[in-house]
């Protein structure tokens, strides 16, 4: 028997190394008979930590949200008397959570230990890089590619064949393929977890495209802020160094390719390819004019093709299947799967992958649960600080490149972050203004002091100081910054503000002219107070830091609107609800 | 300054836990910002000391390492405490009430974003994103013990967490 214990960096933050521990301890301890083992994340982070118990013959019952109080029983039961405790394993229900969905890229997340090369190559691991080397010539990969009809995935979904076509016709002394895996958007988390979970299929992924172009040596651009991830690849790069799959004549081919990492220093803009580039080079990652593209002039002045890490995992995949069967899912124009990180006022959060033009509302409600404590779906927002939000009117919209578009959002890398009732729309446009505000590289005039002055009137417009014209003079400037930027940081970070001014305008117009929120969560424009429910516990009054709140025991109490400093500290003690916002 | 930084090559100098990582890349183009996340790993920040040596060793202007160290947001010239609260302000922990998580953080230790407690042994960061989306409001302490992920923090959870950690301190 063995013990399958997920550990992402989402399973570990919620005690999986305990609950590992433990079952340790108490397999030791009852003298029964299991390997422990891990993996990496399965995608239903909502119920972490996961653990799977494989019976000998194969088969494996999955055990939800198991702290180490649930292991004694789980090890007694099970692993000892072999029958399945019924009470801990997952539910029909949250099964569906992944059985609706349709793994490519997430293939093996979540099912082999990302540590242990031998595991991957159990399920077909480096078939499709030895098929790329030994058998196939560079057009013929590229031509696989095309069939796909594979866009990148990191936001831009430019074609990946086109990418790599280019960087192989254009000469160069050398050529660098370079994995882009500073997944800088707040909010997003996909390709986390494939390099915790899978690195061996990005590095395939990345020995295919650097054959396909003519590359001999490819980097990792990694965000510094996923250390479990680059400990991972590092193992699974020695790993397949070892075997031969990296390094000199792979697979008796003669092909000659090896890997690096570099770990990025946290730069937003450095998701631009020009900037990365800079980065790469040690310098300050701003971008440059294109062209040159990357394609002719990149690293080192050399050809350099850039990709994201979800797009690498696909390749092995097209590789192994054939392009058409990757082209038989999704759409005519985005074709194959994609991944999102579904988080926010969401019952269920994880990773989803399903088949790219499934409308929105099957993937928030079918997979996703709706909406934490039945509350109201207010608007989805994708794309990061580069996107929009999608108000519940276009939930039927299907995700694909084109039709996201047209909301104003963008697909980009995957994050989907849902909003409730509760969620002011005009604090989310500042909220990411201050974001790009502050990722600004501060090369050009328009995004540098353009952002600056977008999120001064929006803090204004929350702090309710909004002034008549303020709306128009977003937009204006909106329409400034976009057109005035050299890279997409600047030409897309307004998206957010004309978005929420599109589908949102009342709530602009109700913050600026009746001074109120509709959402009742900016602090300076409500009011706390103390309804008819309240049974005169005196809790709220001890609690209060400025002694607003008056009352006799068993009996309502009052906030003195003049004293009352909007702390919440009230609704925060209150145990009868009995504290309102107006 | 120019007593205190001798000139590199000099095994007896005062930064000699980082030659390694010089000898290895000081003469590789493009290894400025691996050397400065290796510097920052030993000493913890980057002294106007170290940025001196770095460049002579390397042949960077001390300019030029100031613009990268502050260009990227991983990097600090100000010395931490023994825990640095990297405090997730990511979208999914924003929707989630990361700004209340902030106040309580900021209102137990008596500092607000970037400054470190008199004692020592908390620093305050606030970071663009930790990836732990689905446990959002999320933060991360890093410590000499190694990095701890917290997540579906609550006001309450968050000061108790601090407590326990100033108590093993």
Redesign the interface.
């Known amino acids: 028997m063995k013990v399958i214990i997920g550990q992402g960096s989402c399973g570990i933050a919620t005690g999986a190394k305990k609950t590992q521990a433990e079952f340790e301890k108490q397999i030791t301890a009852q003298k029964a008979k299991a390997e422990v083992g891990f993996t990496g994340c399965v995608g239903t982070c909502y119920l972490e930590p996961i653990v799977d118990v494989y019976d000998d013959n194969g088969a494996f019952t999955r055990y939800v949200k198991v702290q180490p109080e649930k292991v004694e029983r789980i090890v007694a039961e099970h692993i000892k008397g072999g029958r399945i405790v019924e009470e801990y394993a997952i539910s029909k229900e949250d099964e569906q959570f992944i059985e609706k969905q349709k793994r490519v890229v997430l293939r093996h997340c979540g099912m082999i230990n990302p540590e242990d090369i031998e595991e991957y190559l159990a399920v077909g691991g480096y078939e499709a890089t030895k098929k790329v080397v030994t058998s196939m010539t560079q057009n013929e990969v590229i031509e696989e590619i095309k069939v796909s009809g594979l866009r990148g995935r990191g936001g831009a979904g430019f074609p990946t064949w086109f990418k790599w076509n280019a960087a192989k016709g254009n000469p160069g002394k050398e050529k660098y393929i370079v994995c882009n895996a500073d997944e800088g958007d707040p909010g997003a988390f996909m390709d986390r977890s494939v390099l915790e979970g899978d690195p061996h299929a990005l590095i395939e992924g990345m020995i295919i495209g650097g054959f396909a172009m003519g590359a001999t040596e490819g980097v990792i651009y990694c965000r510094a802020e996923y250390p479990l991830a680059i400990k991972r690849l590092e193992k699974a790069m020695e790993q397949a160094r070892e075997k031969g799959y990296l390094g000199k004549n792979i697979f008796g081919s003669g092909y000659d390719f090896d890997l690096r990492i570099k770990a990025g220093a946290g730069a937003f803009v450095c998701g631009e390819e020009t900037a990365l580039i800079a980065s790469l080079e040690g310098e300050r990652g701003m971008p440059r004019l294109k062209p040159p593209f990357p394609a002719q002039k990149g690293y080192w002045q050399q050809p350099t093709n850039i990709n994201n890490v979800e797009t690498f995992a696909n390749v092995p995949w097209i590789i192994a299947n054939g392009g058409a069967a990757f082209g038989a899912m999704g759409t005519e124009k985005s074709k194959g799967t994609k991944v999102f990180a579904l988080a926010g006022k969401i019952k269920k959060g994880g990773l989803v992958e399903v088949p790219m033009g499934l409308p929105l509302k099957d993937v928030i409600f079918g997979i996703g649960g709706g909406i934490k404590q039945d509350k109201e779906f207010k608007a989805v927002q994708m794309g990061g600080p580069s996107g929009g939000c999608i108000p519940k009117e276009l939930i039927d919209t299907p995700v694909t490149y084109e039709d996201i578009n047209k909301t104003g959002a963008i697909v980009g890398s995957g994050g989907m972050i849902v909003m409730d009732e509760n969620t002011c729309m005009v604090d989310m446009a500042r909220y990411f203004l201050d974001f790009t505000r502050k990722e600004s590289c501060g090369k050009c005039n328009y995004c540098r002091i353009g952002t600056k002055r977008m999120l001064e009137i929006l803090e204004r417009i929350t702090k309710g100081e909004g002034r008549d014209g303020d709306i128009e003079l977003l937009e204006e400037l909106a329409v400034k910054i976009k057109d005035g930027s050299m890279c997409g940081l600047g030409q897309t970070a307004p998206n957010p503000v004309l978005t929420t001014i599109r589908y949102f305008r009342n709530e602009y117009e109700d913050h600026i002219y009746k001074k109120k929120c509709t959402a009742k969560s900016c602090k300076d424009l409500i009011s706390f107070h103390i309804k008819d429910s309240c049974v005169g516990c005196t809790a709220c009054a001890r609690k209060c830091p400025v002694n607003a709140i008056s009352g006799e025991v068993k009996k309502k109490h009052e906030i003195d609107q003049n004293l009352c400093i909007k702390c919440g500290k009230c609704e925060e003690t209150c145990k009868f609800a009995s504290i309102e916002r107006l | 300054m120019s007593e205190k930084c001798c000139c590199c090559g000099n095994s007896g100098n005062q930064f000699k836990e980082l030659e390694p990582t010089l000898e290895k890349y000081a003469r590789v ?6 050397i ?2 290796k510097a920052q790993e030993i000493y913890g920040y980057l002294s106007i000391d170290v940025i001196h040596h770095i460049s002579k060793a390397t042949g960077i202007k001390p300019a030029k390492i100031y ?2 160290a502050t ?5 600090r010239l100000q010395p931490i405490g023994k825990n640095l609260i990297m405090l997730c ?4 922990c ?3 009430g990361s700004q ?1 998580i902030e ?1 309580a953080v900021c209102e137990y230790l008596g500092i607000s974003d970037g400054e470190t407690t008199e004692d020592g042994i908390f620093t305050l960061n606030n ?10 409001p ?1 933060m991360m302490v890093q410590s000499a013990d190694g ?1 701890e ?3 579906n923090l609550t ?1 309450d959870k968050v000061r108790e967490i601090l407590a326990e950690i100033r108590e093993r301190a």
């Open positions: 183009p493009g290894s400025l910002i691996t400065l996340q613009g990268v260009f990227y947001a991983q990097f302000q990511g979208t999914a924003h929707v989630n209340m106040e970071v663009a994103c930790l990836g732990c989306c689905s446990l959002a999320v990095d992920t917290y997540g006001k």
